[in-house]
């Protein structure tokens, strides 16, 4: 029957079903203090990050995949965005959730805070 949602064990219970989520490592992850730190979850919120393009396609598969293969759960690639923080490239490449290309934005919300990739300050809009 599931739980209901808004109910105080819905987030830990999801981030169980996730624990088989595998989102393999790659060179150009980010990494603080040593460790490579290149996503986030809140129950059924994922935002994940990487240096290259190629970096974040690899991630993308790998939720993607996922989610059709292991989990049986939609992805939803209105709602997937990718954002470049610092200067935009000339050409931004073209990164796909399954065979959606993902739409490129300055402005986005995870999580209920207002991001952008093109002030100095990424939470200035939030403010």
């Known amino acids: ?4 949602a808004g109910d105080s064990a819905s987030p830990i219970l999801w981030l169980l079903f996730m624990a088989d989520l ?5 060179l150009d992850d980010v990494v603080v203090d040593g460790l490579p730190v290149f996503r986030v979850e809140q129950a059924d919120d994922l935002a994940a990050w990487s240096m290259s393009p190629a970096g974040m396609q ?3 598969d790998a939720v993607y995949q996922w989610c059709g293969t ?7 690639a ?4 990718a954002m ?3 200067p935009w490239p000339a050409h931004p490449p073209r990164l796909y959730l399954g065979s959606a290309p993902l739409d490129w934005v300055s402005l ?12 100095r300050n990424i939470f200035s809009p939030h403010y």
């Not at 292991?70 to 939803?76: K, P, Q």
Request: hydrophobic letters at 55%; zero cysteines.
């Open 22 to 26: 595998h989102i393999p490592f790659h």
């Open 108 to 119: 986005a919300t995870f999580l209920g805070t207002l991001l952008s990739s093109t002030d």
């Open 84 to 86: 470049a923080f610092g």
């Open 78 to 81: 209105v709602k997937t965005v």
């Open 58 to 60: 690899l991630k993308l």
């Open 70 to 76: 292991r989990a049986f759960v939609l992805t939803n």
């Open 1 to 4: 029957m599931g739980i209901l």
